[in-house]
């Protein structure tokens, strides 16, 4: 336990030490980041015959994952994405917390981008475009079937790529945009404010698939032989398989995430959320719900949207698309979180959990609210 101590102490002088003519790309990680991870690593071998974790580079400079090991288990916790809402419109709202991975970039002059918290690599430019630093040319669509074989066909930089998932896409959704394309047009310039496609099927429907809107920033499924566009990726999906944990406390922890749910929804009680009955609240007073709730002795608030996204199960084939045992009684409807809509800011952001969408309303309009603790 004393080598564990010293090797967090370690990682965190060395950090705290980095001298600003140190690139980005070759950085280990943000202080916070590194201390997440040892702490984790830390908690491993505190509950189990585990193993010191260790950490990987990711190809082209990105961040590897720490983990740590006990008998039978791998705990790799992985920070959900921060939104890239920096303004705060509300006491207690996503742009106050900015809660999440850094939402950092290394631009590796081939036509490839990394996403340096997680290593995956991008292309840079949308297919159609000429592969140059202003992405040149026009986009082209296709149908999700074209989608999957250009990307698996794509041959740049020496990498094999494919189509990303519902969940990396959506990763690159910068909510601090007031205007669109909705993403950082500094990296992937000359973006299309229109739906991309992802690999992720909708489990509802077979005939539909996910993507993502960089012009509204929604995320939504729709036909699988429509046309729309296209960027791949390359490298591992790296994103934990979710596990909760029912802490027999009213809370439930995402084993894959590290973050610490209110089990039932706000209004509803019980070993099955069976008693009383789910509220709905405006989004200001979703904020102040969250920020007065003292479940379990622990300081709580409302998720920002790439938190709420993480509990969506996109494998489901009725809904609510969302763990029924870990989350008994949710409401096949919206939820709120604490990002706001940048171009109009009388919206924010919604999980829907009929159908598992990403949208956005009036924050005037009652929504139903589930709370987050952890970060």
Known sequence: ?????????????????????????????????????????LQANNTGTGTTGTGTTGTDGGTGTSTGTETGTTIAYVLPMKTG????????????????????YTDNLGGTITEDSSGLIWQKCSRGQTNNPSCSGSATTANWTTAGSYCTGLILAGKTWRLPTMNELANLVD????????????????????????????SLDTTNAWLVNFNLSDVINLVKTDNYYVRCISGTNNTPSTI??????????????????Q??????????????????????????????LSLASRTWRLPNVNELRTIIDLTRTSSPSIDTTAFPATDANSYWSSTTYAPSTTLAWQVNFNSGYVV????????YVRCVSGQ
Not at 194 to 201: D, R, V
């Open 85 to 104: 809402q920096t303004t705060s419109y509300s006491l207690g709202d996503d742009g106050q917390y900015q809660i999440g991975r850094a939402r950092t």
């Open 360 to 367: 956005n309303d009036f924050k005037t309009i009652p929504t």
């Open 244 to 261: 909760f944990t029912d802490n027999s406390n009213g809370t439930v922890t995402d084993q894959a995430t590290g973050l610490i749910w």
């Open 263 to 292: 089990k039932c929804s706000a209004g509803l009680s019980g070993t099955t959320c069976e008693t009383g009955s789910a509220g709905i609240y405006t989004w200001t007073s979703a904020l102040s719900y969250c920020n007065s």
């Open 175 to 202: 909510y601090s945009r007031s205007s669109p394309p909705s993403v950082n047009t500094t990296f992937f310039p000359a973006t299309v404010a229109n739906y991309y496609w992802s690999f992720s099927t909708y």
């Open 1 to 41: 336990m004393k080598t564990q101590i010293l090797i967090l102490f370690v990682g965190v002088t060395l950090l705290q030490n980095c001298k600003p003519s140190v690139p980005r790309s070759s950085q280990i990680g943000t202080l916070s980041e590194i201390s997440y991870a040892l702490r984790n690593t």
